[in-house]
């Protein structure tokens, strides 16, 4: 079975604060990985993709573990606009059969 | 540059009546096209996929069927909705893994 699984929140965390997200995910043969932004009453949109060896895209990193099946996101001095749904998102086989997403963690930033 | 254009982007439709979502894309050709629904407290739910016209992959069992005239063009449809139907309707599609999504219809059914 396919699954992700994230927790859900909400993460209320004041303003200028770091915060970390995990996702774990069922299928060891995946192959792509990514963190989506949702926010509210819109679609999805691409955050930033998940790669082996981690990545950064200014206040956010990224990190895989493949030993452990599970996959990070990390956000530095955290701003209002972070506000939203942060989905975990997996590729199981890089074919055309679609993402699988988590169910999304709430975040919101206080300030 | 690629745009997605996915319409209505609200609906209210009685029980038992039928549903036309349509979605269509510019600026690519033969992309691979997805239509995704997101309930209330759910996570989004992969409903039917296409990789070119004529091609429909169904994900889950439902009252829902989908359709793909044209290269650039998905359809969503119901003959007969039920309340279960309602949700967050979203049109994606992908061309070398990446995946970009319509802006969504939101449905209820009452």
């Known amino acids: 079975r396919k699954e992700v699984e994230q927790d859900p929140g909400p993460f209320n965390v004041p303003e200028g604060a770091t915060v970390a997200f995990n996702c774990t995910y069922s299928n060891s043969a995946s192959q792509s990985f990514f963190w989506y932004r949702q926010d509210c009453r819109k679609e999805p949109k691409l955050l930033m993709s998940?790669?082996?060896?981690?990545n950064e895209d200014g206040r956010f990193t990224a990190q895989l573990n493949r030993a452990s099946q599970y996959i990070s996101l990390l956000i530095r001095d955290s701003k209002l606009s972070d506000s939203a749904t942060y989905l975990c998102v997996v590729n199981w086989g890089g074919g055309a059969d679609g993402l699988t997403f988590g169910k999304g963690t709430h975040l919101i930033i206080q300030p | 540059s690629q745009t997605i254009h996915q319409w209505p982007a609200t609906l209210v439709q009685p029980v038992g009546s039928p549903l036309s979502l349509e979605c269509t894309v510019e600026g690519t050709s033969n992309p691979n096209l997805y239509w995704y629904r997101q309930a209330a407290g759910r996570g989004l739910q992969l409903l039917f996929y296409s990789v070119g016209i004529g091609q429909i992959s169904s994900e889950v069992p439902q009252n829902l069927s989908a359709s793909r005239p044209q290269d650039r063009q998905f359809i969503l449809s119901s003959k007969k909705l039920l309340l279960s139907d309602s949700g967050f309707y979203l049109c994606a599609w992908s061309v070398l893994g990446g995946y970009t999504f319509g802006s969504g219809t939101r449905l209820t059914v009452v």
């Open positions: 998940v790669y082996s060896s981690g």
